[in-house]
């Protein structure tokens, strides 16, 4: 099963619910939309033909290490140097660093090409983006222009160290211990877990971002630094020297994303390993959050990534698979099931779900290039607060459906889907582990209430409830019968969305065990509703297409029943969700937990 | 990882829920309650000691095939002695064919433990089981005689050929042929896939039931007849003879349930396979539909086990992983995690689901009893139409909750829950055939719509919803906060249900692809309902225990607190799926499949 990439509603989501235009206009004057539309046509050459056919033989043939040495899988190594000399790697980074400056607009629709076609293999970018975005964040001068140039190239690749066997959510509970050396340099001793490409064949060194504690630290979460730690020693230079004292231990057997090495690392067994401190020592968790934003929104496209693959996939399947005739008499024979009913209700909940998280998502990339590159301080400010409340919805919600998702182009498959060799299966395991890292939705819930709900007495949550009605205005206005019932079904999302706002700013502090009992379907009812918001916005271009006679009306009208259907289908969720907030904290905070028999 | 059986919440049920004592006095007087309980803690001994360690074995050393033969999971042979010596196998059948013609209620709380203790190993039963029920069906009494002991003393077993590569779900596609003999004995030639225990080495020899078309029958789903073909012959004493003409070509690779060996079998490749008819030519689909209404319900039953599994792994977890401080500051320290809101929330969703649809399932199994051995005609037939109506949603509704809540399994264990020697998403895996398997959701549910909503004009439908009714007021009459909370929410889900079973009624023939576009969400949406019904009788009736001074105020409580939270936290969803059939149906029938692009 190959991939193609869905272009053509990646523009259609860019142009007009991401408002690609306005923003290359206010702040990337020197492109256009054509030069976005040229690069994401070399991007889907680049992943359609060399990466996705990757993806099963990667599932079948994983990484494995032996003698110390972890082996990618064949036409890894290839594909590596394909994309990183193709200048992909640096595709949003800056300049002054050997990147391209290019909006993150641009860079998320790539993103989520080279996710769909393989999720393994976008790891080791996903994991060296990241890396870089710390360096940015918090590097030294002379850090940054030793790594990230080579990073870039995809001469040296990143790592993030974050995991312990004690210490997952709660990093508090980190225990690596880095002892300062009279040259400035620190020794790193401890044993990291779940190191994504924490050791692999695709690159000649490693730069480990490693989280550790100094031994003046603080024995809270207020004592964490942050260190590079390469797996081979790098001359001032950029030449490599010996290598460091950093051992792959072993390889986890996963449920998916099985190409890509999740590696346990073991820091300074012989002598301790050389390990140079990023900023200030005991800031280490303040600029891992930073970074975390920009991994976490990668994660959330990684979610919409792998429904597309698994959609055309099911897709495919339903076209031509025959059996049984239609429910309505109108073929005596058996037809193909995609004219079954339950089976055009199933790809319609994936291709909606999936048009209404790519909108999500593209929107919020377009806040984050706002954010970052407006002239003006105080758009820049105002649209950094809204992408920061849209990361843990992107990565959350994008991720939960995920799971739905797949699970449903498994079930459209019947048996067959069922069966390792139908490829269907890979989709539903590779993306279980998306709700789970770069922090689960549990914790990406807690963010979106403490750090983005309260701490600004709910302004940009409300303003997001604001801007929902103004849109809902629009579509009655419109006088179009579909419209129209989208925003009847948009108005009383919108509705639940604010009434569970007002819950969270009013009983967090006098009764958070409630609150927190409903922290992740508040996550779910808002990405919810803002990804519906986004889907009507995307009916409403696209009517406005229609009756300025654009000649890709069949287009047009698939994307206004998309989104009636999300509205219909989908939405009405957020009602039942907002009273199981509103309604059921207690009983959660009530129940003893000796009440769980087994 | 080991396995508990809830013996406690089982028998719980069984006497409050499914009316046991009411049933045993009346149907089965020969039997008391402390009889069902002793055989029970049997059956719990040997699921937990013997057959449950042997699950996650299975999963790393599934059968296989060698030289034409297949070996089982070293371990199975002598657990499936010890299942088949203890006379399991018979549990329910009649004592004629050398059963123990014990009621459904009790079979079913001991099919529940064999599967949760290992789904791959339960399968041989399953299927020997639905084998069984088609030759008292519609066998000869020759043939019952031979067959039937044989089977349910372990000598043989059972396997069920229907599906072929173009006929899954619909079998009218069936191209297996039947070509009658002199000797009144037929040569079958065809092929069959995805038959479980198809082949193996727990038994000396397996009865295949087959589908396959004489050559005068009519082309449709008319001309299919059911053929006995035995993998080894057998002559009329029981001895045996030559082996048939079938052969095993291969076994499936699979996402999960990989002990259980998925075959490919070929009939009659050497001049024919030698089978004899059951009972009347062209009257097989009646026969299996018969017969598969007892393993519809068996597989719904494999739902509900994957998840009490599923829920034990992870609350044992739960219970010892450290991590974070509580959110309402009551201590300094990381706590175990299920202190932590959003864990209780997902353990309760795990339980109160659990429960939910064991009491739906024990319930059904009750129904069945009453049907098939109460002395008066017409109660017969009214507890036979109510657990026909249950068939599809036991199947449906489990099925597709167990995708839910083991995956929840996994996301309780974070990162861990993706590593295969964790355990948890074996059963993620295992699960996802159940709503797949017997008749997908799509099919349960049109059997839903077409037989048992349709056919009697929605009578029995909405008799359900008149004892809801009643179970309402009983729950506002109680004066009790937690039951006037519960009552709330089922009468509202009471009122969805209605509206939804007059829109099948009223719209089915005249817009059927409107209505069958909502096929699985009213099955969804009918199986939430009555399954909360369920619970709320639970609720009510533990309530009842503490007004009696019961001195298991623990269990009671959390009982109560169970059904609350299911009927907060789940039970809203009812008006919302009611509002996706109701309003949304055009959406999905009218939307034209070139729209769905890729």
């Given at each position: 099963?190959t991939?193609?990439?869905?272009?053509?509603?990646?523009?259609?989501?860019?142009?007009?619910?991401?408002?690609?235009?306005?923003?290359?206009?206010?702040?990337?004057?020197?492109?256009?939309?054509?030069?976005?539309?040229?690069?994401?046509?070399e991007?889907?050459?680049?992943?359609?033909?060399?990466?996705?056919?990757?993806?099963?033989?990667?599932?079948?043939?994983?990484?494995?290490?032996?003698?110390?040495?972890?082996?990618?899988?064949?036409?890894?190594?290839?594909?590596?140097?394909?994309?990183?000399?193709?200048?992909?790697?640096?595709?949003?980074?800056?300049?002054?660093?050997?990147g391209?400056?290019?909006?993150?607009?641009?860079?998320?629709?790539?993103?989520?090409?080279?996710?769909?076609?393989?999720?393994?293999?976008?790891?080791?970018?996903?994991?060296?983006?990241?890396?870089?975005?710390?360096?940015?964040?918090?590097?030294?001068?002379?850090?940054?222009?030793?790594?990230?140039?080579?990073?870039?190239?995809g001469?040296?690749?990143?790592?993030?160290?974050?995991?312990?066997?004690?210490?997952?959510?709660?990093?508090?509970?980190v225990r690596?211990?880095?002892?300062?050396?009279?040259?400035?340099?620190?020794?790193?001793?401890?044993?990291?877990?779940?190191i994504?490409?924490?050791?692999?064949?695709?690159?000649?060194?490693?730069?480990?971002?490693?989280?550790?504690?100094?031994?003046?630290?603080?024995?809270?979460?207020?004592?964490?630094?942050?260190?590079?730690?390469?797996?081979?020693?790098?001359?001032?230079?950029?030449?490599?020297?010996?290598?460091?004292?950093?051992?792959?231990?072993?390889?986890?057997?996963?449920?998916g994303?099985?190409?890509?090495?999740?590696?346990?690392?073991?820091?300074?067994?012989?002598?301790?390993?050389?390990?140079?401190?990023?900023?200030?020592?005991?800031?280490?968790?303040?600029?891992?959050?930073?970074?975390?934003?920009?991994?976490r929104?990668?994660?959330?496209?990684?979610?919409?990534?792998?429904?597309?693959?698994?959609?055309?996939?099911?897709?495919?399947?339903?076209?031509?698979?025959?059996?049984?005739?239609?429910?309505?008499?109108?073929?005596?024979e058996?037809?193909?099931?995609?004219?079954?009913?339950?089976?055009?209700?199933?790809?319609?909940?994936?291709?909606?779900?999936?048009?209404?998280?790519?909108?999500?998502?593209?929107?919020?990339?377009?806040?984050?290039?706002?954010?970052?590159?407006?002239?003006?301080?105080?758009?820049?400010?105002?649209?950094?607060?809204?992408?920061?409340?849209?990361?843990?919805?992107?990565?959350?919600?994008?991720?939960?459906?995920?799971?739905?998702?797949?699970?449903?182009?498994?079930?459209?498959?019947?048996?067959?889907?069922?069966?390792?060799?139908?490829?269907?299966?890979?989709?539903?395991?590779?993306?279980?582990?998306?709700?789970?890292?770069?922090?689960?939705?549990?914790?990406?819930?807690?963010?979106?209430?403490?750090?983005?709900?309260?701490?600004?007495?709910g302004?940009?949550?409300?303003?997001?409830?604001?801007?929902?009605?103004?849109?809902?205005?629009e579509?009655?206005?419109?006088?179009?019968?579909?419209?129209?019932?989208?925003?009847?079904?948009?108005?009383?999302?919108?509705?639940?969305?604010?009434?569970?706002?007002?819950?969270?700013?009013?009983?967090?502090?006098?009764?958070?065990?409630?609150?927190?009992?409903?922290?992740?379907?508040?996550?779910?009812?808002?990405?919810?509703?803002?990804?519906?918001w986004?889907?009507?916005?995307?009916?409403?271009?696209?009517?406005?297409?229609?009756?300025?006679?654009?000649?890709?009306?069949?287009?047009?009208?698939?994307?206004?029943?998309?989104?009636?259907?999300?509205?219909?289908?989908?939405?009405?969720?957020?009602?039942?969700?907002?009273?199981?907030?509103?309604?059921?904290?207690?009983?959660?905070?009530?129940?003893?937990?000796?009440?769980?028999?087994?």
């Amino acid at each position: 099963m190959t991939y193609t990439a869905p272009q053509k509603d990646m523009l259609f989501t860019l142009e007009h619910v991401a408002n690609a235009n306005q923003i290359l206009a206010d702040i990337h004057s020197e492109i256009d939309f054509d030069t976005i539309a040229g690069v994401m046509d070399e991007a889907a050459k680049l992943t359609q033909d060399v990466i996705a056919p990757l993806n099963r033989l990667g599932d079948l043939e994983p990484s494995f290490l032996k003698d110390g040495k972890v082996t990618t899988t064949a036409g890894f190594k290839n594909a590596f140097d394909q994309y990183t000399q193709g200048g992909w790697q640096g595709l949003s980074h800056p300049e002054d660093v050997g990147g391209q400056n290019l909006p993150k607009l641009l860079a998320t629709a790539c993103m989520e090409m080279l996710n769909s076609a393989n999720l393994s293999f976008a790891l080791c970018s996903l994991l060296t983006d990241g890396s870089i975005e710390a360096l940015l964040t918090a590097g030294s001068e002379e850090q940054k222009q030793l790594f990230i140039p080579r990073m870039i190239s995809g001469q040296w690749t990143g790592s993030m160290n974050l995991t312990e066997p004690q210490a997952g959510s709660d990093l508090a509970l980190v225990r690596t211990r880095a002892e300062p050396q009279a040259d400035g340099t620190y020794k790193v001793f401890g044993t990291k877990i779940f190191i994504t490409y924490g050791d692999h064949d695709l690159a000649e060194n490693i730069i480990h971002l490693v989280l550790a504690r100094t031994p003046s630290a603080p024995e809270d979460i207020k004592g964490i630094s942050l260190f590079i730690v390469p797996k081979v020693n790098v001359n001032p230079d950029g030449s490599l020297g010996a290598p460091n004292d950093v051992q792959c231990l072993s390889l986890e057997h996963k449920l998916g994303i099985k190409a890509s090495p999740t590696a346990v690392l073991q820091f300074g067994d012989n002598g301790g390993a050389t390990g140079y401190l990023i900023g200030e020592e005991n800031r280490g968790l303040e600029y891992m959050f930073i970074m975390m934003n920009a991994a976490r929104f990668a994660v959330g496209i990684q979610g919409l990534s792998v429904m597309e693959r698994s959609y055309q996939h099911a897709l495919s399947y339903a076209r031509e698979r025959l059996q049984s005739r239609p429910v309505d008499g109108s073929a005596r024979e058996a037809v193909a099931i995609i004219h079954h009913p339950d089976v055009k209700r199933m790809l319609l909940t994936m291709k909606s779900t999936i048009e209404a998280c790519r909108a999500m998502a593209y929107h919020a990339a377009g806040l984050s290039d706002i954010a970052h590159h407006h002239a003006d301080a105080e758009v820049r400010a105002a649209a950094l607060a809204q992408y920061e409340f849209m990361v843990p919805l992107v990565k959350g919600y994008s991720t939960e459906q995920s799971i739905d998702v797949t699970s449903l182009g498994v079930q459209i498959h019947g048996g067959m889907g069922f069966i390792e060799e139908t490829g269907a299966a890979q989709y539903y395991r590779d993306a279980r582990i998306l709700p789970i890292y770069e922090g689960t939705t549990a914790i990406q819930a807690n963010d979106l209430i403490g750090r983005k709900t309260l701490r600004d007495g709910g302004a940009v949550a409300l303003s997001f409830a604001d801007q929902i009605g103004l849109t809902v205005s629009e579509l009655n206005q419109s006088g179009n019968a579909s419209l129209t019932a989208i925003a009847t079904s948009l108005s009383a999302a919108n509705a639940a969305y604010r009434s569970v706002v007002a819950h969270v700013l009013a009983h967090t502090k006098s009764n958070p065990n409630n609150v927190f009992a409903g922290s992740v379907p508040y996550l779910k009812l808002a990405g919810l509703t803002i990804s519906a918001w986004h889907s009507a916005r995307a009916a409403l271009a696209a009517q406005a297409q229609l009756d300025a006679g654009n000649n890709d009306g069949e287009f047009m009208t698939a994307k206004i029943q998309t989104a009636l259907f999300y509205a219909q289908h989908l939405l009405p969720q957020a009602s039942a969700i907002a009273s199981s907030i509103t309604e059921g904290g207690e009983a959660v905070a009530q129940f003893d937990v000796s009440g769980f028999y087994s």
